[in-house]
Nanobody, 117 residues
């Protein structure tokens, strides 16, 4: 039994910033990889950023230089700092976590991010 709870979404103007948080709770004590995905209306869900337990990160080309992913391993919490937001960043953002290699991922419920004037 694992729950991932996202927070921090909202409405922001182009060029603004938001910080998303995702806290994992339940039976899993740690996760090897945590990350963020997003899904815009009428589009496929896509990877935004992932971070390994040891700190390695990977970003989608569209967000490099603007978004920063980080985590607190002791709290099983992952963050996504989003700067210089663009209208095309508008989507539902989902937290993702994998406990061990070869296991299925856990998903959060999603948090809406809307970038609009």
């Amino acid at each position: 039994q694992v729950l991932l709870l996202e927070s921090g979404g909202g409405l922001v103007q182009p060029g603004g910033s938001l910080r998303l948080s995702c806290a994992a709770s339940g039976s899993i004590s740690s996760f090897i990889v945590m990350g963020w995905y997003r899904q815009a209306p009428a589009k496929q869900r896509e990877l935004v950023a992932v971070i390994h337990r040891l700190g390695n990160t990977n970003y989608a080309d569209s967000v490099k230089g603007r978004f920063t992913i980080s985590r607190e391993n002791g709290k099983n919490t992952v963050y996504l700092q989003m700067n210089s937001l663009k209208p095309e960043d508008t989507a539902v953002y989902y937290c993702n976590a994998v406990a061990r290699l070869g296991t299925n991922a856990y998903w959060g419920q999603g948090t809406q991010v809307t970038v609009s004037s």
